[in-house]
């Protein structure tokens, strides 16, 4: 029996074909089956938790299209992917700018652009403005920031609540060389700096509770690893970013590797978003900060809880970056961020996981001073409007309105304010755009940080204009 099973060919490919498996396995850093398997009740019962800590990953200038699990045709994401798999995954997520600074301000606050008021180059977060961290921290977290994107720099009120908060240096980390498809505007150091320093944060602080947020920059600066570049994704400027989301996937892997290496993923909850996308011609511009259409404000928004689901959750319905910390606290039983203007979503996770109906939290506003760097210049305010698959976009200083049916015409391509017969829902949403436009800050005039000309330069050398 044995010399037939040894003689047979068809041991020998079954033989191979485990071998596949195991190699193909062990690309990814993660195996799904590394916490305890929970279900939908499981969520609500967070809050009961005392050991629960939070790990918040943010990937700068991430658009959601271009994931594996938001239906990207290339393998740009399989780690996320395959986490996301067996946790939650809001489907169609708004950020608030396509600007990091102003989107930071309302995804930390959640309260929009127009009442943060931080808007322009040199304004910090207001004083009053209550952020997570600090909430987190009087709950007795050990509260740390890692991050190399100069907009979230401590000037402009974003160290707020952190014990620690560090730009993370260029380590000089030779074993992966990286690629950079845009060498001229390279910031010092890559994401990897800021993978091994979350990795040692949590060897040194892990056996606390601790709430560590990573703000990831090489999808930004189109930066990757030679792996990325072995995957052949071509040499269009879209082919780099592409390469450089593998390459970002890779070391959230690797931090949530030393999570399950610390034993400290069953009491960690991982939520991964953004602060906008990246545009490629879709509206006559490359880059971001520039406009609002969908290519700049759709993120992904990931929910890894500390147990395995059997199957993984998908929120249709359009949420807003505004709404993630209200979520998180509200899993973690923490109180609410006052006067906010997003809400949890716990409501609707459990819902989708249960198979009733979820009711979106409306409207999703996002704006932009598309003079946010010209300080000599005045404002000029751009502020979209989303209701579900309608959007509208207002210049409330020009009196110049677009507007798009998203479901019909995906790519926002078809101006529908410009029509004789324009539909009612254009005429409702410009009032509701200017009637944001005109709210009052909620906690005064942001107030102005001094830049000088050492730190204009750090700007400019992520490819920003300033004057
Ligand atoms: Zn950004």
Do not use: C
């Not at 380590?171 to 320093?197: F, N, S, V, W, Y």
């Not at 390459?247 to 602060?275: G, Q």
Request: hydrophobic share 40%.
């Amino acid at each position: 029996m044995l010399r037939r099973i040894l003689d047979s060919p068809w041991t020998y490919f079954g033989l191979a074909a485990v071998l596949v498996l195991v190699a193909v396995a062990s690309m990814f850093e993660i195996q799904v089956p590394s916490r305890p398997k929970g279900t939908v009740d499981d969520f609500l019962a967070l809050q009961d938790r005392d050991d629960l800590n939070v790990v918040f990953i943010v990937i700068d200038t991430l658009r959601a299209d271009h994931l594996g699990s938001y239906g990207y045709e290339r393998g740009t994401s399989p780690n996320m992917d395959l986490l996301v798999s067996r946790g939650v995954r809001f489907a169609n997520v708004e950020a608030q700018s396509s600007w990091t600074k102003t989107s930071m301000a309302s995804l930390w606050t959640g309260v929009f652009p127009p009442r943060t008021g931080v808007t322009r180059f040199h304004h910090a977060i207001p004083d009053g403005a209550r952020l997570p961290a600090e909430i987190l921290l009087e709950a007795g977290f050990k509260t740390a920031g890692l991050w190399r994107n100069g907009w979230v720099a401590p000037n402009f009120g974003f160290g707020r609540g952190f014990e620690s908060y560090y730009r993370a240096h260029d380590t000089q980390i030779a074993r992966r060389e990286l690629e950079a498809h845009r060498p001229g505007q390279a910031i010092g150091g890559t994401d990897e700096d800021l993978t091994q320093a979350a990795r040692e944060y949590l060897r040194s602080y892990g056996h606390e509770r601790f709430f560590l947020y990573v703000h990831y920059m090489d999808v930004h600066q189109f930066a990757y690893d030679q792996e990325a570049a072995d995957l052949g994704f071509g040499t269009r400027h879209m082919d780099a970013y592409d390469a450089a989301i593998h390459w970002t996937d890779r070391n959230v892997a690797w931090v949530l590797a030393e999570l399950e290496e610390l034993d400290l993923f069953e009491k960690t909850l991982v939520v991964i978003a953004s602060d906008h996308g990246e545009a490629f011609f879709e509206h006559d511009i490359e880059g971001h900060a520039r406009d609002l259409y969908r290519e700049t404000t759709e993120v992904p928004l990931l929910f890894i809880p500390p147990f395995i689901l059997d199957e993984g959750i998908v929120v249709e319905p359009l949420v807003r970056n505004v709404d993630v910390w209200p979520t998180i606290l509200d899993m973690l039983g923490l109180p609410p961020l006052a006067g906010a203007d997003g809400q949890s979503l716990l409501p609707m996770i459990v819902a989708a996981g249960r198979g009733q109906e979820v009711v979106a939290p409306e409207p999703a506003i996002a704006f932009l001073d598309t003079h946010w760097g010209r300080t000599e210049e005045e404002p000029n305010p751009l502020i979209s409007v989303r209701r579900g698959g309608k959007r509208l976009l207002l210049r409330p200083e020009k009196d110049h309105t677009e507007a798009y049916d998203i479901d019909a015409d995906p790519g926002e391509q078809e101006n529908l304010a410009d029509a004789e017969d324009a539909p009612a829902w254009v005429g409702t949403l410009s009032d509701e755009g200017r009637g944001w436009y005109e709210l009052e800050p909620a906690w005064g005039a942001a107030p102005e940080v001094v830049i000088d000309d050492m730190y204009k330069e750090q700007l400019k050398a992520l490819g920003y204009v300033v004057k």
